[in-house]
């Protein structure tokens, strides 16, 4: 009836970020719209047949994106908000929900569940008809089956399409819309089965959030999917966490397989769910981090679990998306080290051995097996993975440690100290990472330049920033961070416990890669990572220039982190090292130090029931990193890419002085979430989207700092972006600050 080697998902930005390029291109104008959809099929097939060259008997298709799943599957059910509608082009209608026009807002962007990657939330408003829009998958499909492969087309199922959406204008609660939502489903399931599809994959991850009403929704639903009289076989794929109540719920609706996550998940409720009549697929690789699988362990799983399931395949725990391509790129890695880790290349091959071992017993990939036990065994003994000294220091801290004066206190104090006027304008941190900057960097990675010039190009970059500052008129500068590479691999590459790698990119969003570093061992900070930067920009100007740090739950989230000690042990680790930092800036005469902790959210467990423990560390983690500063010393931090409101407490309890947040696709929301915990700090909701190259104007700005104005008094209130500008072109970056200005006067004169 199924398979027995497959994964749930794959990368789609090419090895070599080969999608980035096109896409980036096409919107430049540089690249036609056939090289692009070239470059798109290149790479669909190299994935394709990458995963039948492994040895996957079931290989999942329509796992391609131009930018974001979720974005897909809107388009899929006609679920496009209507303000692109009026775009004749479908790629450009697309792209304008993904990113914006100079006319057209784009969609709201948050975190996809507790990952790095961000998805597009789409809109549901009263006017929403969904209608099939099936070309997309069914070439897909058509592509793969040309080329001989078993393929698996592979959809965002319906409930946690709905869950993920947001209704807008007075539309109903997303979710009760499932019977206007499935007969669309039920369609594309017979479209897919007469193209030829045995097997349709649908993405249930939301199924794993543990909330009361998933089990009965899930039965409901997928008891009528399975009841179509025209369909492929269903595997619903959960993922991130445990099922737990919906596994029984699915094997009752008479799905034919369940997809299941057993590295973040439970076999026991694999065990209990009755799935006797369902393929498993078991998600034993781990598709999230970049550790190698101890396959003595996984096969243990799997052996006693095949006794009680159906039919049982081996998988990845959730997507490839999440890690690098391959290893084969990484050439600066010691043996040992390599020894440990596992890239996507690597976990199709973990995957097959265990496949194969399960079928025909271990000894017939005996090969596999020890190189995997020799090369955990090193590991445990590495003497960079502990740090005596470190763990002596941490052992000896206490609450003092973790504890500022009266928040009121320092409010009153800094003002006075900095001299800020009402409504003071600042940025979140870097500026457009230009052209030149990236060449100067390679430069020196190519030993073309040295340090010396490269330091020399680096400052003349902080000098035009600082001046194009004072120019448009902000009161609270930053030096743009043009030596940082990434706001997490720069304090990677100085601190201990890390590797970066050097072609270790995975997709945060749309275009935009980041290489998450590797965090290995203990972590230290050999020496001062930002000082003589901040103090060099200061020199340059009487305004306060911030002194920008990165949180340690930031650091912890945007890297692949050690799965051999509690994340509380790592974050109290990273956060002693940014402690240190922000104690020689203060030394070095800078008044306000940033440290930004835009991942805060994105590490909440998503189950309810863990969250408050994990917000006490990721709050102590803070707290430690910034709490050893005087009190005229102003504390900020940043937060965004996620909706806020299961964290706001601990915005709170982060007990910084200024809190700049990203609000402005959400018209402020979040102040109101704020304001209902009592939030007493400043804060800076942000008052125009970075994320799309449209340039606000002042009245539009002018317009979000009004409505804060209603949620915030003007003394507590900052007025910024909202959130780096890096990834913006000069020319928009000046335009929109100086709007931003105008529209901060405008408001201060009323």
Not at 365 to 375: C, E, P, T, V
Not at 633 to 640: A, D
């Amino acid at each position: 009836m199924g398979f027995h080697t497959t994964v749930t998902g794959v990368a789609r930005i090419g090895a070599d970020r080969e999608l980035k390029r096109a896409v980036e291109g096409y919107w430049a104008g540089r690249l036609g719209r056939e090289q692009l959809h070239e470059v798109a099929a290149q790479l669909r097939q190299t994935g394709r047949q990458q995963l039948l060259a492994a040895g996957l008997d079931s290989v999942p298709v329509n796992t391609f994106s131009y930018y974001d799943q979720m974005l897909d599957m809107a388009a899929t059910v006609g679920a496009l908000p209507p303000r692109v509608a009026g775009i004749a082009d479908p790629l450009d209608r697309y792209f304008a929900a993904a990113r914006g026009t100079a006319e057209v807002t784009p969609l709201e962007m948050t975190k996809w569940f507790d990952t790095n990657y961000h998805y597009l939330v789409p809109e549901l408003g009263p006017d929403t008809v969904f209608a099939l829009d099936a070309g997309t998958v069914l070439a897909d499909l058509a592509e793969a089956r040309a080329e001989g492969v078993p393929a698996r087309p592979v959809l965002i199922g319906p409930i946690t399409f709905l869950a993920l959406s947001k209704a807008v204008d007075g539309g109903a609660a997303p979710l009760t819309r499932l019977d206007e939502l499935l007969p669309v489903y039920e369609q594309l399931l017979a479209q897919l089965a007469a193209a030829g599809a045995e097997w349709v994959q649908l993405d249930e991850p939301i199924l794993v959030t543990g909330t009361d009403d998933l089990p009965e929704r899930t039965e409901r639903v997928y008891t009528r999917l399975a009841a179509a009289a025209q369909r492929p076989r269903l595997l619903v794929t959960t993922y991130f966490g445990d099922a737990g109540a919906c596994l029984p719920a699915l094997a009752r609706a008479g799905v034919e397989g369940v997809g299941v996550d057993l590295v973040a998940g439970s076999a026991d409720s694999v065990r209990a769910a009755g799935l006797t009549d369902q393929l498993v697929v078991a998600g034993v690789v781990d598709g999230r981090n970049v550790w190698r699988t101890d396959l003595d362990a996984a096969l243990a799983t799997l052996t006693d679990l095949r006794e009680h399931v159906g039919e049982l395949a081996v998988s990845t725990s959730c997507s490839t998306l999440h890690v690098p391509y391959s290893l084969a790129p990484e050439t600066e890695l010691d043996d040992t080290l390599r020894g440990w880790l596992a890239f996507a290349a690597e976990k199709f091959d973990e995957v097959v051995a265990l496949s194969g071992a399960l079928a025909d017993g271990r000894e017939t990939r005996a090969g596999a097996f020890d190189a995997a036990r020799a090369a955990l065994a090193t590991r445990a003994d590495d003497p960079r993975v502990h740090d005596a000294d470190l763990r002596r220091r941490l052992s000896a801290l206490t609450g003092a440690d973790r504890t500022r004066s009266a928040a009121a206190e320092r409010q009153a104090l800094s003002r006075r100290h900095l001299g800020l006027p009402s409504l003071p304008t600042t940025t979140i941190g870097s500026f457009p990472q230009t052209a030149d900057i990236r060449a100067a960097r390679a430069r020196l990675r190519a030993g073309t330049i040295d340090e010396a010039q490269y330091r020399a190009q680096m400052e003349a970059e902080i000098a035009a920033v600082i001046d194009l500052q004072e120019r448009i008129g902000l009161d609270v500068l930053v030096h743009g961070e043009p030596e940082r590479n990434d706001m997490v691999q720069y304090f990677a590459e100085q601190l201990t416990g890390f590797f970066a790698t050097a072609a270790g990119w995975v997709q945060s969003y749309g275009s935009r890669c980041v290489r998450p570093p590797i965090l290995f061992g203990d972590v230290r900070r050999p020496t001062p990572m930002t000082v003589d930067w901040a103090v060099y920009a200061q020199s340059l100007t009487d305004k306060p220039v911030k002194g920008m740090l990165t949180g340690p739950v930031t650091i912890l989230a945007w890297s692949f982190v050690r799965d051999d000690q509690p994340l509380a042990q790592t974050a109290d680790q990273v956060a002693l090292a940014i402690r240190d930092e922000t104690l020689d800036l203060q030394h070095a005469g800078i008044g306000i130090i940033q440290v930004d902790e835009p991942a805060l959210r994105e590490l909440l467990p998503l189950r309810a029931a863990d969250r408050a423990a994990y917000l006490e560390w990721a709050v102590a983690a803070f707290r430690l990193a910034t709490a050893g500063v005087e009190t005229t010393t102003q504390i900020h931090t940043h937060l965004c890419y996620s909706e806020f409101g299961d964290v706001i407490g601990a915005i709170a309890d982060l007990d910084a002085d200024v809190t700049s947040i990203e609000a402005a696709r959400s018209h402020m929301e979040v102040l109101d979430d704020l304001n209902a915990i009592g939030f007493a700090a400043e804060v800076g909701p942000g008052v125009y989207d970075i994320h799309s190259p449209r340039v606000p104007a002042a009245d539009e700005m002018t317009a979000l700092l009004r409505e804060a104005l209603a949620a915030v008094p003007a003394d507590r209130l900052w007025v910024n972006p909202d959130c780096g500008l890096k990834t913006r072109t000069t020319e928009q970056v000046t335009a929109a600050l100086t709007a931003m200005v105008d529209a901060a006067h405008a408001v201060r004169e009323r």
